[in-house]
Every structure is written in C-alpha cells, then in structure tokens.
C-alpha cells in the first residue's frame, strides 16, 4: 500500500494545491476579508453587549483555527449578527452588559459552545446536516442575499430607520423617505457608494481574478476623501439631496491583541449556562454548516460535516480563551472570501492575521475608510448570491420544493436565522413523508408490442389494453410503512370495488423496500378480503427485509406456501391454471402467452 501524502497524515490535504498562485490569490482575499471584519466586529460586539474590541478578537483567533480544522475552503468564521443578538438576549438576565462579570459570561459561554459543537463533531453526527436540502439552502441563500442589500441600505442611503432596525423597518423607512422625502438621503454615502460599486463591477468585467472588490473599496474611500475637499461638486449636484452631511466613516479602532485568560465564573451557574450554551451551539452550527453548504454548491467542493462541526468547536473553545465570544461561519465574510478569489483555507489564516497587522500598523488609516464604500460591496454581494436563473428552474421542476425554497427566503428574511433553516428542514420533511406516504400502485399488463413481453404499466401502454379479467396485476413502489398503509389500502380496496370478477391479485414486490407492522397487517387484511372472495393473493420476488418482517409479524404463515414467486413466469402459470376456464374461454383480452394455449372465442 502506498504511503498517505503527509499533507494527508497532518489532515490538510488542500496544501497539496498550495502554490505561488493560490498563495497571492490567498492573500487578496484575506485582505479583504480583514477589511470587511473591522467595521462588522465592532459592530457585532456592540450589538452583543460587549466592548468593540471584543469583536475584532472573534474575528482573529476563531478564524484562524476554524479555517484549518474545518472542512470548508471558504468559509469564514467570526462574529455574526445572529450569534451577536442571541448571546446579548441570553445572557442580559445574568448580568449588566459591558460589565466584567458579563464578560466572563459572555466567554465562559463560548468554551462551552464550543464544547458542545466539537462533542457534536467527533461523536459523527454532523449526518443531520444532510437534511439540509438544497431548496432549503437556495431559499436561505436568497434571503440572506435579501437580508445583506437590505441592511447594507442604512449605510449605504444615510437611513436610521426607527424600531428594532430588523429588515421590515429597513424597508419600511426607506419607503416612506423615497415617498416623502427623498432630499433628505445622504448624498455622500450614495456618490460613496455609487463610485465603489461602479468600480468593482468594472474591475470585475475587465478580470474575474482581479481584486475587484479592493479596487471598488480604494474607489469609494478616494471618493469620500474628494467629497471632505469639495472635488466631487458635479456628482453631488446630480443627486436629490438638500444637505450634504460628512461622510460616514468606520470611526477609531481598538489597537491590541487577543489577551489569554480564563473565564472567571461562579461554577453553581453552570447548568444554566450549559443550557444556554447548547441553544447557542445549535444557532451556530445551523448558519455555519448551512453557509458551508451553499458556498460548496457554488464551488463544487465536498463538506465534511463532522470535520466541519470540530473546526467550528475548537474556534470557540480556543478563541474563548483568547477573549472571542461565540463566531460562527459568517455570510457576510465567506460569500466575499470566495468571490475575491480565495482557493484554500488560507485565505482565512490571513484574514485572521490581517485583522491584527491592519489594526496595529494603520488604524488611523482603517479609521476613515467610509463605511457607504463598505455598504456598496454587501450590496455586490448580495446580488450575486441572489440565484434567480435557479430559482426559476426548480419552479419549473416541481412547485414542492420551489415552495419550500421561498418559505424559507421569506423566513429568512422575517425570522432568525437559525429559525429559517429549521422552518425549511420541516418543509422538506413534511414534504418528503407527504410524497412518502403515497407510493405508486400501478396496474400492469404484459407489453403486447415487445418480444420479451415485459411487464408494464398500463397507462405507459399504447392503445388501453384490456386487462384479464380474473387477475389482477399491481407494482407496488415505495415502502409500506403506517404513513403509507391508507392510501394503499384504499387504492387496493377501489381495484376490488371497481373490478370485483378481478379475484386474483398478483403484486410484484421487488419495489416495495420497507414493509413495518402497519404494513403487514394491510396486508394481512386484503389476504383476508381475496380469500372471502373465493380467490388469493401472490406476491413475485419480494425483498429479503419485507419476507424477514412478514415471517416475524406471522403473515408469511397466513399467506402460506406456493403464494411467492421468484420469476413473472412461474407466477402467471400458476395462477393462471387456477382461474375459471369459462371466462377464459370467451375472454378477448388474451393478456398472457398462456391465453393462446386455450381456444379462442368464437367470431359473432
């Protein structure tokens, strides 16, 4: 057996495909992402109740280890709004926000999670990630598309919408601003904005591998620079606004790095936070598998779920030792990581080690990069996450999955996230055992058209073939589980009301994959009926699993021997040498080849 490459041995075998190209791809896209992590980790901390360093040190250290445990290639982890927003409304009971004992909180429940998401991960049942399907990923996709443009508009427009700033009172004042008052925008983000993604579409027209969304960035913080010194009067005159306000800008930023240390609580609040910690490990694995998924399905990369589920539990456990509160794989980060050319996980090493560089080299520089340029490239990137030509196809295919892809998109949009994706899990489910609990039984007959005779549904036959009279020919697909039992059981009672001279039923098994005790007793029943009929029940070529659950529920034994075949052949001519030979003898169907043995009915 040939030895295992040491890049395998180590588990990174993406550094097989490190090279000078992947490396300088690499690091343009960690320089953006450690741009977009300034302005989003001050800003998530702030909105999870903690100091704004706080999430400058979630976007350092749980990237960087997640980034080379995980399974994903592009996925970035670090603070998201929805971890953010559930950690402040957890843990504001315990303790006053921004205080030190709710910081110790805050971290203690971050090992914690972490915790939890690696026992999740090496217990191997990152398999319920698979029910996550791709509806339900293409309608979380969309809306999160949906939910980025629409905060990205506060920045990007000078909005401050009233209420809870959600995504519905976003739209809501921006509408009433068009309607009533336009001139009250902010012309400087707008021109800011304008400017940044004008040159990023440009730049990205001339060279998908250019750093267009830098070069859009650069654009827009030039701009704003133009607009302080009064250089951009033609395109400020072009807009509806009545006053010109400063340009909005990122603001001082905290210069230090991630300190050590340990969270100091008291341990008799431990189940509590145990509980609380297993809420938040579901909030953050839901996002950052379904995130892992989406940017997979846009990149054809592979996910190891499990692998995934460790990556993200060692971020949080070391990062929580490194004063990061709980990150998980951010949207906001990972669909521009990939966009941006990223090609191996180490575009997320840089990012994280770039986030310190760019703080301690040039935050007074980083501290007036214009927050409306920012806002312009969520809004990019939202608009290529938005899969509309996808859309459109799966309507097509089936209203069912087109329908659970825009509950979930609307969930997404109106609900949290982790919400959303458990609403579109349901749907899929529900769907599933709805199509589940109604498998096909379909009448067969003998294809009169093809040499072999083959066995074919009648309504895929030419011409409506008549059918025997005396025997009954069914395909049973699917399982026959409780779910199921109804609608089979009505189907075959409408075969014996519809056609009651039909007294034999033969059913070809081999589709039939799961039989449960409901089953057999459905079963047992229409034995019961046929008999009470004068006639039987046959089966051909059943499964291995449906003989073992018929024997041990006792029908094998009711249905007793010579009732199970192993070819059509044998079936028919035992069957058939128990039918009445009257009605064969002025039958017209003549379905089977035993039919031509037996005289034909006399010409009127």
């Known amino acids: 057996m040939p030895a295992r490459p040491w890049t395998d041995a180590i588990g990174l075998p993406w550094l097989r495909a490190v090279d000078a190209s992947t490396l300088r791809a690499d690091l343009m896209a960690g320089l953006l992402g450690a741009v977009l992590a300034l302005p989003q980790g001050i800003a998530f901390a702030t909105l999870a109740g903690l100091p704004p360093q706080f999430g400058l040190y979630a976007a350092v250290v749980p990237c960087i280890v997640a980034a080379l445990a995980g399974s994903s290639r592009h996925v970035v982890t670090g603070p998201t709004n929805a971890t953010s927003l559930a950690l402040l409304a957890m843990l504001v009971p315990l303790a006053l926000p921004g205080s030190p004992e709710y910081i110790a909180l805050a971290l203690a429940v971050t090992v914690l999670v972490g915790a939890i998401q690696l026992a999740v991960g090496l217990l191997r049942l990152g398999a319920l990630a698979d029910f996550v399907s791709p509806s339900v990923l293409l309608g979380f996709t969309s809306g999160a598309a949906v939910l980025i443009a629409v905060h990205a508009l506060k920045d990007l427009a000078g909005l401050r919408p009233p209420g809870g700033g959600g995504a519905m009172d976003v739209l809501a004042h921006a509408g009433r601003v068009l309607a009533q008052a336009p001139g009250t925008l902010d012309a400087a983000a707008l021109v800011v904005g304008g400017v940044t993604l004008a040159v990023a579409l440009v730049v990205r027209r001339l060279g998908r591998r250019w750093p267009y969304m830098l070069a859009g960035l650069v654009a827009g913080g030039l701009t704003a620079v133009a607009i302080e010194r009064g250089l951009a009067a033609p395109l400020m005159s072009a807009l509806p606004s009545s006053s010109l306000r400063p340009v909005a800008v990122v603001g001082p930023i905290p210069s230090s790095l991630p300190p050590f240390g340990v969270p100091r609580i008291d341990w008799r609040a431990l189940p509590e936070l145990l509980g609380l910690a297993a809420a938040l490990a579901v909030v953050a694995l839901g996002q950052s598998i379904a995130i892992a998924k989406a940017l997979a399905a846009r990149s054809g990369q592979r996910i190891d779920a499990n692998r995934e589920f460790v990556g993200q539990g060692l971020a949080n ?278 039919c031509a043995a037996r005289a034909a009915p006399p010409r009127s």
């Open 317 to 594: 456990v070391i990062g929580g030792f490194f004063s990061s509160y709980v990150a998980c794989g951010s949207l906001n980060r990972s669909l521009p990581n990939l966009e941006a050319g990223a090609r191996t996980p180490l575009a997320g090493v840089f990012a994280g080690l770039m986030v310190l560089a760019l703080v301690a080299v040039s935050a007074p520089l980083l501290a007036r990069i214009p927050t409306a340029a920012v806002a312009a490239l969520l809004v990019l990137v939202a608009w290529q996450l938005l899969d509309l030509a996808r859309m459109r196809r799966l309507a097509r295919l089936s209203r069912a999955e087109f329908g659970i892809a825009t509950a979930t998109l609307v969930a997404t949009v109106m609900l949290r996230l982790e919400l959303a994706i458990l609403l579109g899990v349901l749907l899929s489910l529900v769907a599933y055992l709805y199509r589940t609990s109604r498998p096909p039984v379909r009448p067969l007959l003998p294809d009169p058209h093809d040499p072999m005779r083959r066995f074919t549904p009648i309504d895929e036959l030419p011409g409506h073939p008549e059918e025997c009279p005396q025997l009954k020919l069914l395909r049973m697909e699917g399982s026959v589980f409780f779910g199921a039992v109804p609608h089979v059981a009505e189907r075959l009672h409408a075969f014996r009301t519809e056609r009651p001279a039909q007294r034999h039923l033969l059913v070809m098994a081999k589709s039939m994959n799961f039989v449960d005790l409901a089953g057999a007793e459905m079963w047992q029943a229409e034995l019961q009926a046929r008999r009470a009929m004068g006639c039987d029940l046959y089966f051909h070529r059943p499964r291995a699993q449906v003989l073992d659950a018929w024997r041990r529920t006792g029908f094998s034994d009711a249905l007793g021997p010579g009732r199970i075949f192993g070819t059509k052949r044998e079936a028919i001519s035992t069957i058939y040498a128990r039918l009445d030979p009257a009605v064969c003898a002025s039958c017209t169907a003549r379905a089977f080849e035993e």
